[in-house]
């Protein structure tokens, strides 16, 4: 019997002979502009998303494997007989709305030299295709199988999951794979979260803050707050100099209301705080330093421009996760009461019931309004799936592979050992869910090359 090195070689052959039929089935996928819609028969995300599922699972079809689809939720292809444990590939079809700034049109899958433009080649049609490229190569060699391969493509990622909820509900998922729906090398470890919004009355001392109203999502770090506060113009020339003091962008202007202030920080995703800046937490310290009192000050103390939560007591790190983050997402004024939003990304040995506790005492005279725990995911370093994927990566990049963490979340929670693996590299700009949306045609062969080399490892006899 030929050995996984010589499976490798032919395989890989093959996936760099495919690359332009890959990127003829890429643009065809890219073409179906898979956002969610409004829900008909059958199509319970859109009509879109459901033809997207149908071109999807036809082009697994036509090469050979057997497919089902669950009602327009979700689809799968199956490679090797039903009687074999599956090891699953995670990817899904639906895209984001395709948002400003693009120099083509989003679902034209504009080519330019190697690389193809456009809404979901990234996140998460290109990867899902390298997965079934990798699975067509394999099955093309002839290389007998010990696990089968289930490529299962979701059709509500970006959304809330309904898909994978209704695919569990209709057949059994298989307990291990991968969501190529992340980066190399591979992330094994997911946060636990904790999100908690709060509410106090305004004070009616100190300063009087008239209007405020920044944030839209918990896990958002907004970039911009703008508030009105009573004041004059020495009000103006106290937030110039703490502008000064701080070296932070602050702009203030009397206006008929009062001095409006604006705050504005870095913008990001509240899992990942490093090198961004809260412009709530600079507004809550610029309000505090012009004397605001009650809620607000409360709110500057426990949590400021703080993204690891000391002040609120919940500081704390381990080294599988790292540390905890914490992130004001939403701060409104409203009907005389204050309302914030703390969205927590905890690590996995951390104690979410200890941790909501220690906000609330942290918090005198705010109420909680509502709390949201998720438990964090973790699939040991040392598995038999990291280690196969790791040295997958590894052999066929050259690269040192390394088991990650992450406060984001990820499909490959879904099954029980669940890692996500590629398919950005690690010196990828992040592209996902951004304007000029592209992959590299040789970087997702290559991403198919892994995959089948992890696939060999975990399925080939
Ligand atoms: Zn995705």
């Given amino acids: 019997m030929a050995t996984h090195q010589e499976y490798q070689k032919k395989v890989n052959a093959l996936l760099d002979s495919w690359k332009e039929e890959y990127a003829a089935m890429l643009t065809r996928w890219i073409r179906v502009p898979s956002v969610k819609g409004e829900s008909a028969d059958g199509a319970p995300f859109g009509k879109e998303v459901r033809e997207m599922l149908d071109v999807a699972m036809k082009d697994c079809e036509e090469m050979g494997f057997a497919t089902r689809i669950f009602d327009g939720y979700a689809g799968d292809a199956t490679f090797g007989s039903d009687d074999l444990e599956p090891i699953a590939v995670l990817g899904h079809l639906d895209v984001v709305p395709v948002g400003d ?8 899958a504009v080519r330019e030299g190697d690389n193809i433009l456009g809404r979901g080649t990234i996140d998460d049609k290109g990867p899902a295709l390298a997965s079934l490229f990798a699975m ?5 060699v002839g290389i007998p199988l010990r696990r089968s391969i289930r490529l299962i493509l979701g059709c509500d990622e970006e959304s809330g999951w309904e898909d994978m909820a209704y695919y569990c509900a209709h057949t059994q998922m298989p307990e291990t794979g991968f969501s190529p729906d ?27 803050v008239l209007s405020l109203y920044t944030g839209e999502r918990v896990n958002v770090i907004p970039g911009q707050s703008v508030a009105v506060v009573k004041g004059d113009a ?9 502008a000064k003091e701080t070296g932070l962008d602050y702009t203030a202007r009397l206006t ?11 913008p990001g995703h509240s899992a990942y705080p490093e090198g961004r800046r809260n412009a709530i937490g600079m507004m809550l310290r610029v309000l505090d330093h012009l004397g605001v009192e009650g809620a607000l000050k409360t709110l500057a103390s426990a949590y400021g421009q703080e993204h690891d939560g000391a002040s609120l007591g919940i500081a704390c790190h381990d080294a599988i996760s790292g540390p905890l983050t914490c992130n004001m997402g939403i701060l409104h004024l409203e009907n005389g009461k204050v309302t914030a939003s703390l969205d927590n990304r905890c690590p996995i040995d951390a104690d979410l019931d200890a941790l909501e506790a220690s906000i609330r005492i942290h918090l005198p005279g705010f109420s909680v309004l509502e709390v949201e725990k998720k438990a964090p995911h973790h699939v040991p370093a040392d598995s038999e799936l990291v280690t196969s994927l790791l040295a997958a990566y590894e052999e066929e990049t050259g690269l040192k592979g390394e088991a990650e963490s992450t406060g984001g979340g990820t499909y490959a929670k879904v099954l029980k050992q669940g890692v996500a693996f590629g398919a950005a590299f690690p010196d990828d700009e992040d592209l996902a869910h951004q304007a000029n949306e592209f992959i590299e045609l040789d970087k997702m062969i290559c991403a198919a090359k892994i995959y089948a080399n992890a696939l060999i490892r975990l399925c080939a006899e």
């Avoid at 992340?182 to 009087?208: C, W, Y």
């Avoid at 020495?234 to 703490?242: I, L, P």
């Fill in 136 to 140: 067509r190569a394999m099955k093309e």
């Fill in 256 to 266: 008929d209301e009062g001095v409006e202030i604006t705050a504005t920080g870095i």
């Fill in 101 to 108: 700034g693009w120099r083509v049109d989003p679902f034209a």
């Fill in 182 to 208: 992340a980066n190399f090398p591979l992330i094994n470890t997911e946060k636990g979260m904790l999100v908690m919004f709060v509410q106090a009355p305004l004070s009616a001392d100190g300063l009087q």
């Fill in 234 to 242: 020495q009000t103006v020339q106290k937030v110039e100099a703490f």
